[in-house]
Every structure is written in structure tokens, then in C-alpha cells.
């Protein structure tokens, strides 16, 4: 990684001074646009109303604000009760199909992968309706396992796939070996396969925790009551219940975007990874 | 990252199969051990194929069927092509079908701003990993969020036109949200700007698979910089520049339904409503469940065709 391609030794040196500066300055442009938003949204945060339209000053009083009137704990713990378990779910169902399919590959096992791999290709907003009847005829509406069942169907196809690939490429001497030890198929799941597989279930559980805890629509449709909104529900329609002055809804965003921060802070090399997966050889 | 992240990467992976299928299979494939493989096989792969089945598939096949029905949620009565007749005709369908034409000017934007951005961090200037961070935040912050820092920024005396009264600009009142004609635009720059960093990450694994010895012969040879660029760079990318493109593109027609929901609500008019941000109007504003279902099928068939024409272009390739 030493030498990029840019750094080129036979270009002079005052050129490459030139070439330098010149990335740093593009890059910093970028950076500020990407970054300004949120600092600006940050900024808001703690200003009172009229702080905000005069432009100076500091104060929590938007903070206070949006404590008192929206149920900033509830959703969050709403948001976090949800995906967690959606991604509990999602695991389990993962890694036993990318046992089947990427290490004992039954018969049918191609066939499966088949219909996952087009599974994933369906868009959210072109199966919602039925789901949406179809729950409510059960009467699964307004309660957490609606929302956590339809992330965990809509996620599955991806993790799955990421696992079955993942399972492929550990070699086949591993599950001989443990045969010849005595172990069952159910015990080579449990005491190898799962322990092997960690580094993709880290790339599972934060491309779906993001999935799960921005998504709006599954929240909006299938929690309708505002005691169980997920946050970002919350925010998307605080509009129809409260008038929000902006600071106070920034202050909002950002409560929602604080834990998002802290996990990409954290995992963003997993992130970047589970993104990646299949692209670079 | 936001709805439709899942469904963008696996369009990638249909690459691998082909490479990974290679691998020799099992010797055995019969005896009592390998039925006893077979059962477990069967067996651990039932809980996926029961959840996908039933909450995803199901539904979409409900879907379909639904399309050709004048469904309102309780009874339908099958009308057939009369129903896509229905769709077509409907008052601001077209303008729905011209929204998402228009979202797909945006899609070179969001790849050749992120391709550039990557070329600048794979100088690998100091300080390269802040930049890449910085740069790739926005991915996970929710369209929720970023849609109402967004509305802060476009709407009348926002941050854009304090922008233009200080740089002399005054002039110009854009007020793109409460314009029909203009509030896309201000979607389609959100869209952009926040699609950024997760192109270029993929297109930073791009440049990493690049061997270094290419370089070096390159250098070797005589080459410049530019003709580094264009003749061993930019072709060696093509791939993921594919990938980034109908990834975003897939995105731009099925993952943004809450950036339009928290921005525009679909208006002014039409002016902002997707086909995806339409099949919840129709379902859940009108209540006409069978055209939400037909335009959830059009939704469908638009995104398989995109993701089959992936498929294509990398099969192709390799």
C-alpha cells in the first residue's frame, strides 16, 4: 500500500506538492458537505427557539422540550426492543439455512438458494399490502411481533445468502474430521459451525441493526398506537400530534441518530465489510 | 443502511456463486451417513424456508394475483389487464412514471461524485481513514433524519437561501419544496449527497483488488498518471461501477420512500411521488388496494428486470 499509483516518482516535485494539496482540498469540501448537515443539526439541538433564529446562544431548553412532549425513552427502547429481536430471529434462521445450504448442501439445497436469491430481489413496498392484510386478519397488528416478523422475513433472504457463502468456503475436512470425533450434524452446528461463522454474523447484525432501526414504513403501517412507535415513526409523525419548533426536532434526530453513530463508530470496519462481501476477490 | 441495502448487495452476489460452485461436493452420496446429512440438511434449512415463505413470498405472490383484481382490502373481483388499463389511466400516473424517469438522472451523479471521491482517498493522502469515515457516515443515519435536516436546508429561508443572500444571491428565491417542478430536484440532490458514501466504499474495494504490480509495470512502461487512469484504473473498475450504478439505482426506485415521506410527502401534486411512495398512497390514502397492488407489481417487475440485467452485465464480464 505504500506506493499509489499517484505518487509517482518521476513527476517533479513541486507537481506532486501541487497534486497533494489538491486532494486535500477536494476532500476537505466533501467532508464539510457531508459533515455540516449534522452539525448544523447538532448545533440547533441546543438552541432555544429564538437562540435558532438569531443564530448564537446556548441552551437545553429544546432538549427539555422534546422530553416533555414526545416519549423520547419509549421509542427508543421501542426501536431497540424491535430490531434486537429481529436480528435475533434473523440470526438463528441464517446460519442453521447457511449450515444447510453452504456446508451439508442437500439435495434440494440449490433450489433453495435459488428462491432466497430471488427473494432478496423483492421490494418492500411490493409485498407490504397483502402482508399488511394478512397480519391484520390475524390480529397482529399493533403489537412488536408485526413489525419484528416482517423485518425478520425481509432481512433473512440477504443474511442467509451472506452466510451460505460464508459456509462454503470453510473447507470440508473440518465436518469429516468431527464426524470421525463422533459428533452428530445438530453438534457440529452448534460447537464448530457457529463459532467459525462470527466474523459474518458481526456483518449481519450491523447492516441489519441500521436496516432495521431506519426503516419507517413496516413501523408506520404495522404500529399504529404511539405508546409503541419506534423512533423514527415517532419522528417521521410527530407533525400530526405536536408542533415541533425545529431545534426540538432536531434535538429529536439526533437522539435518534446518536446510538447509529455509536454502532458505526464501533463496527464500521464490519459495516464495511458486510457491504463488500462478494465484491473484492 | 436504509430500506433496500440488503436487496442492493445481494444483486452483487450472484457473481460469486459461479466462483464458489466450483468447489468439489460431498463423495459420498449415499450410505447411511449421507442420508443422515441429507435429513439434517432438510432440517436446518426449514426455519428460513418457512419465515421467507410465508411473510415474504406469500405475499408477493398475493401481490401479483391482486394486480388483477379491483381488491379494497376485504373482497376482490378479478378484472384482469383492465386493472394495469386501470393504472395506466389513472390522473398523475404518468407524471409517477416521469418522477422516476427523472430519479434515474440522478443515478451518474451519485456514481461519478463517489468514484471521484474515492480516487482522492485512495492517494491515501494523511489522514485518509478520517475522510473515509466522515465522508461514510451518512449511510447509516435513517432517511427520517436525514430528510429533516433536508427540509431545514431547501425550504423558504433555509440554510440554501441564507447561502445565496450571503454570497450575493439574494435574488433567487429557489423554495424547492413547495414548487411541484423543483422539490425532486431537492430529492434528487438529498439522494446524492447521502448515496456518496456508501458508492464510494464499494468503490475503495474496487481499487484495493487492483494488484500493485499492474502499477508498477505500468510506471515501468512510461505511463503517466492520467494514462494510469483511464487505461488501468477506470477499466479495472468497470465492475463495480456497474454495481454502484444499479445499486443506486435500485435504491433510488425502491429505498427512499421515507426520504420523500419526511421531505415532501409525495407533493406538491405529484411532483415527488414515486412509484413506491404511490403504492402507499394509493393503499393507505384512497384505500384502493387492488391499484396499490397493481403498481406494487409494475414496482416488481421494474426491479427484477434491473437486478436480472446485473446479473447479465457480471456474468458477462467474468
Same mark, same amino acid.
Given at each position: ?27 476537505t469540501?466533501? /467532508?464539510? /458537505? ?39 425513552w419509549?421509542?427508543?427502547w ?10 435475533g430471529?434473523i ?9 444447510a445450504l ?11 438458494l435459488?428462491?432466497i ?8 413496498q411490493?409485498m407490504?399490502?397483502?402482508e ?12 412488536y ?10 432481512g ?43 466474523p ?31 423512533i423514527t ?42 457491504? /463488500?462481501?462478494?465484491?473484492?476477490k | ?27 459420498r452420496?449415499?450410505? +447411511? ?10 432440517v ?42 386501470? !393504472? ?19 443515478i +451518474? ?15 491515501r ?11 461514510f ?11 429533516s ?19 450575493? !444571491?439574494?435574488?433567487?428565491? +429557489? ?10 430536484v ?6 446524492i ?31 503517466? +498518471? ?6 488501468i ?5 468497470r ?9 443506486? !439505482? ?36 384512497s384505500?384502493?388496494?387492488?391499484t396499490?397492488a ?7 417487475v421494474?426491479?427484477?428486470?434491473i ?12
Open positions: 500500500m505504500s506506493a499509489r499509483p499517484f505518487e509517482y516518482v518521476g513527476i517533479p516535485r513541486w507537481r506532486r506538492r501541487a497534486t497533494r494539496l489538491g486532494v486535500y482540498f477536494g476532500l469540501v466533501i /467532508t464539510i /458537505t457531508m459533515l455540516y448537515p449534522f452539525w448544523s443539526m447538532g448545533s440547533a439541538s441546543f438552541r432555544s427557539y429564538d437562540q435558532w433564529l438569531s443564530g448564537h446562544g446556548f441552551s437545553l431548553t429544546s432538549w427539555h422540550d422534546l422530553f416533555q412532549q414526545l416519549n423520547v419509549q421509542m427508543l421501542n426501536s431497540t426492543l424491535i430490531t434486537a429481536s429481529a436480528i430471529i440470526l438463528v434462521v441464517s446460519t442453521t439455512a447457511g449450515y453452504g456446508t451439508l448442501r442437500f439435495r434440494a439445497s440449490t433450489v433453495v435459488l428462491v436469491v430471488a427473494a432478496m430481489m423483492v421490494p418492500l411490493s407490504i399490502i397483502p399488511y392484510v394478512n397480519l391484520a386478519k390475524l390480529g397482529f397488528i399493533n403489537h411481533y408485526a413489525p419484528i416478523l416482517v423485518y425478520a422475513a425481509l433473512a433472504p440477504f443474511a442467509t445468502f451472506l452466510m451460505t457463502t460464508y459456509f462454503r468456503r470453510l473447507p470440508e475436512d473440518v465436518i469429516e474430521a468431527s464426524l470421525i470425533d463422533g459428533l452428530g450434524y445438530f453438534k457440529i452446528y452448534f460447537r464448530i459451525m457457529l463459532p467459525l461463522a462470527v459474518a454474523i458481526a456483518a449481519v447484525v450491523v447492516l441489519q441493526f441500521i436496516q432495521i432501526w431506519n426503516d419507517l414504513l413496516v413501523g408506520l403501517l404495522f404500529l399504529q398506537t404511539p405508546q409503541l412507535h419506534p415513526v415517532g419522528l417521521a409523525t410527530v407533525g400530526a400530534q405536536h408542533t415541533l419548533n425545529v431545534p426540538v426536532l432536531m434535538a429529536g434526530s439526533l437522539a435518534s441518530a446518536i446510538p447509529e453513530i455509536i454502532v458505526f463508530l464501533i463496527f464500521q470496519r464490519y459495516l464495511i465489510a458486510g457491504l /463488500t462481501m462478494g465484491m473484492s | 443502511m436504509k430500506t433496500t441495502e440488503t436487496s442492493a448487495v445481494a444483486a452483487v452476489e450472484p457473481v460469486k456463486a459461479p466462483e464458489t460452485r466450483a468447489r468439489p461436493r460431498s463423495r452420496r449415499s450410505g +447411511p451417513l449421507a442420508v443422515k446429512r441429507q435429513r439434517a440438511g432438510i436446518f434449512a426449514l426455519p428460513v424456508v418457512a419465515l421467507v415463505g410465508s411473510l415474504l413470498l406469500y405475499p408477493t405472490g398475493q401481490s401479483v394475483y391482486y394486480s388483477f383484481t379491483n381488491w379494497d382490502g376485504i373482497s376482490a373481483h378479478w378484472i384482469g389487464t383492465a386493472a394495469y388499463a386501470h !393504472l395506466f389511466h389513472s390522473p398523475g400516473f404518468s407524471q409517477v412514471l416521469k418522477n422516476n424517469a427523472y430519479m434515474i438522472l440522478a +451518474p451523479a451519485a456514481v461519478l461524485v463517489a468514484l471521484g471521491t474515492a480516487f482522492l482517498i485512495d492517494t493522502p494523511r489522514g485518509w481513514r478520517f475522510f473515509r469515515s466522515a465522508i457516515l451518512p449511510t447509516v443515519i435513517s432517511w427520517v433524519v436525514i430528510g435536516i433536508a427540509v431545514q436546508f431547501f425550504q423558504d429561508n433555509g440554510l440554501l437561501q441564507g447561502l445565496l443572500d450571503h454570497s450575493g !444571491l439574494g435574488m433567487f428565491h +429557489p423554495n424547492m419544496l413547495s414548487h411541484e417542478g423543483r422539490a425532486l431537492a430529492v434528487m440532490i438529498t439522494f449527497w447521502s448515496m456518496l458514501g456508501c458508492n464510494m466504499v464499494i468503490f475503495l474495494a474496487g481499487m484495493a483488488t487492483i494488484d500493485q504490480e499492474i502499477y508498477d509495470a505500468a510506471k515501468v512502461d512510461g505511463a503517466g +498518471p492520467l494514462k494510469i487512469l483511464f487505461r484504473t477506470l477499466p479495472l473498475l465492475r463495480f461501477a456497474q454495481f454502484t450504478f444499479i445499486f443506486s !439505482l435500485i435504491m433510488a426506485f425502491s429505498g427512499i420512500f421515507s426520504l420523500i415521506f419526511v421531505m415532501t410527502g409525495g407533493g406538491p401534486g405529484f411532483g415527488t411521488t414515486t412509484l413506491e411512495f404511490y403504492i402507499y398512497q394509493e393503499a393507505f390514502s384505500g384502493d388496494f387492488g396499490a397493481t403498481a406494487g407489481t409494475v414496482l416488481f421494474a426491479i427484477f428486470v437486478s436480472m440485467l446485473q446479473l447479465r452485465i457480471f456474468r458477462g464480464n467474468d
